[in-house]
């Protein structure tokens, strides 16, 4: 067996005991979610807590963060496990349910660090607009990341002082294009690296 | 006013919701800062834009 400090040795070193007495919420378990929160796990923040309402299916394979094993099983579920698997020493919280206006920001209100990592433009909106009311949170959101255009159109972008965006803008559904594993994993990326920073304090993209 | 950056004239006052709707956003897709403040997506038929304010309009499409 190991243990946390065995995991995390390849760290920055002066950040792990930052990322250990860290906590974090993922509202979404999709390509983004379930990505940002292996990345996380990975690296040792002491605490995530993962929000979903649905189940793992077929057609989540080509980019989720799961394996046919968990066809069917609710996706806080999967990725609870799988967390468990890959560093068993960090705190992971599920909760099963749809995230909507009227229970956001009580869902949320324990945690000073969020990723929005829905699929769907109206919920993102929803769950932004909620968290923003509470002036000391920060969200880390994503907006675009549909296609094989270039990996390097996707940004970071701090928007408001309390929100950054990680995406292209470019839509999904909507334009006809598909979501593929390689730019929805840059986008969890590019959110998820950020995360890290703001867990360092370092405010600037 | 300054709409994410770029200047753009206005020729009359003109709500929140309006001007979205004119420059072809989906009111249930954004979210706005007005002067650096959030605004509340109920405020947005009376929040009325004057030239001199600065808006950051965040625009959400689909995927992830």
Not at chain 1, 51 to 71: A, G, I, M
Not at chain 1, 183 to 204: P, S, T, Y
Not at chain 2, 40 to 53: C, H, P, Q, Y
């Amino acid at each position: 067996m190991t243990d946390y400090d065995s995991i995390t040795a390849r760290n920055v070193p002066e950040a792990t005991t930052v990322l250990k007495s860290a906590k974090v919420a993922i509202a979404g378990l999709g390509g983004l979610g379930s990505n940002i929160a292996v990345m996380l796990a990975r690296i040792g923040v002491g605490k995530l807590f993962l929000v979903d309402f649905d189940k793992v299916e077929p057609s989540n394979l080509n980019r989720q963060h799961y394996n046919t094993k968990h066809l069917g099983m609710y996706k806080t579920e999967a990725l609870k496990n799988q967390i468990g698997l890959i560093n068993p020493f960090i705190e992971t919280e599920i909760l099963t349910i749809k995230v909507e206006e009227e229970n956001a920001a009580e869902i949320f209100a324990d945690y000073r660090i969020v990723c929005e990592a829905f699929d769907n433009p109206q919920y993102k909106s929803i769950l932004v607009n909620a968290l923003l009311q509470n002036g000391n949170t920060k969200i880390v959101a994503a907006s675009g990341m549909a296609g094989f255009d270039s990996a390097n159109r996707i940004k970071t972008e701090c928007r408001f002082e309390n929100l950054y965006v990680c995406g292209d803008y470019v839509p999904a559904a909507e334009g006809g294009i598909g979501l593929m594993a390689p730019r929805v994993a840059i986008c969890a990326g590019h959110q998820a690296n950020m995360v890290v920073r703001l867990i360092m304090n370092i405010k600037k993209v | 006013m300054c709409v994410n950056g770029i200047q753009i004239a206005l020729e009359r006052q003109i709500s929140l919701q309006d001007f979205l709707l004119k420059e072809g956003y989906n009111t249930s897709r954004v979210a706005v800062e007005k002067n650096g403040g959030i605004i509340s997506k109920k405020s947005f038929e009376t929040e009325m834009l004057n030239d001199n304010d600065k808006l950051e309009i965040v625009n959400f499409v689909g995927g992830g």
